[in-house]
């Protein structure tokens, strides 16, 4: 079936500092979404990007769909303690009921 | 209510247990998804209901597996003789449209199962 591979696994960054992950996918997906879980809760979507090439913001989260809708990116600037979490690429097919999940990258931020 | 509502928020079974877990998605949303997230990983596909028709089952692991919608609202996860295996968060995701498009899935925060 199809699968997603998340990259780094994990992050621990200084606060202030920039942070990218990114996601790349065997198939061709439709749309990309990026979710941020904390403990204890489910997935928040934060962006969802619907075109090759788009290139979405969400305040200081930036993400791009791309070209080969084979794969997307997340970055997140000037990072701070509350930007703790996991953050889960998922991708959509056309018509598709699911969605499907990556791993996940832990993220944490130092003081 | 606001959003995705599931219980209990955790539920301890023994070995060989039934198990029904409940998700209330929000008002008037006509697609409801069923992942099930183990410790570390993402969440992974269960089953798919559009109102009450079962369109995707095909994530289900085993028969000992069942959900339902029967008025196309609340939905009931029903895991039989539960096993070890099958600890794990389940979550309920609810969408307002029939299709992907532009809708995006709303999470609830899921039932902790742990088979002891």
Same mark, same amino acid.
């Given at each position: 079936?199809?699968?997603?591979?998340?990259?780094?696994?994990?992050?621990?960054?200084? =606060?202030?500092?920039? /942070?990218?992950?990114?996601?790349?996918?065997? #198939?061709?997906?439709?749309?990309?979404?990026?979710?941020?879980?904390?403990?204890?809760? @489910?997935? $928040?979507?934060?962006?969802?990007?619907?075109?090759?090439?788009?290139?979405? #913001?969400? @305040? !200081?989260?930036?993400?791009?769909?791309?070209?080969?809708?084979?794969?997307?990116? *997340?970055?997140?600037?000037?990072?701070?303690? #509350?930007?703790?979490?996991?953050?889960?690429?998922?991708?959509?097919?056309?018509?598709? @009921?699911?969605?499907?999940?990556?791993?996940?990258?832990?993220?944490? /931020?130092?003081? | 209510?606001?959003?995705?509502?599931?219980?209990?928020? %955790?539920? /301890?079974?023994?070995? @060989?247990?039934?198990?029904? *877990?409940?998700?209330?998605?929000?008002?008037?949303? $006509?697609? *409801?998804?069923?992942?099930?997230?183990?410790?570390?990983?993402?969440?992974?596909?269960?089953?798919?209901?559009?109102?009450?028709?079962?369109?995707?089952? #095909?994530?289900?692991?085993?028969?000992?597996?069942?959900?339902? !919608?029967? =008025?196309?609202?609340?939905?009931?996860?029903?895991?039989?003789?539960?096993?070890?295996?099958?600890?794990? /968060? %389940?979550?309920?995701?609810? !969408?307002?449209?029939?299709?992907?498009? !532009?809708?995006? *899935?709303?999470?609830?925060?899921?039932?902790?199962?742990?088979?002891?």
């Amino acid at each position: 079936g199809q699968q997603l591979n998340q990259s780094p696994q994990s992050m621990f960054i200084q =606060e202030g500092e920039d /942070v990218s992950m990114n996601c790349t996918s065997s #198939s061709i997906f439709n749309t990309w979404l990026w979710y941020k879980q904390d403990p204890g809760e @489910g997935p $928040v979507l934060l962006i969802a990007l619907y075109k090759a090439g788009e290139l979405t #913001s969400n @305040g !200081r989260l930036t993400a791009q769909f791309g070209i080969t809708r084979k794969d997307s990116f *997340l970055n997140i600037s000037a990072s701070i303690p #509350s930007d703790v979490g996991i953050y889960f690429c998922a991708g959509q097919s056309v018509g598709a @009921g699911k969605s499907t999940f990556g791993d996940g990258t832990t993220l944490t /931020v130092k003081p | 209510g606001a959003g995705v509502s599931q219980s209990p928020r %955790y539920k /301890v079974a023994k070995r @060989g247990q039934d198990v029904a *877990l409940r998700c209330d998605p929000i008002s008037g949303h $006509v697609s *409801l998804f069923w992942y099930q997230q183990a410790l570390g990983q993402g969440p992974e596909f269960l089953t798919y209901f559009q109102n009450e028709a079962q369109l995707d089952k #095909s994530g289900l692991p085993s028969d000992r597996f069942f959900a339902e !919608r029967p =008025e196309g609202s609340v939905s009931t996860l029903k895991i039989q003789r539960t096993q070890q295996e099958d600890s794990a /968060v %389940y979550l309920c995701a609810s !969408r307002s449209g029939p299709r992907a498009g !532009r809708s995006p *899935l709303h999470f609830g925060n899921g039932t902790r199962l742990t088979v002891t």
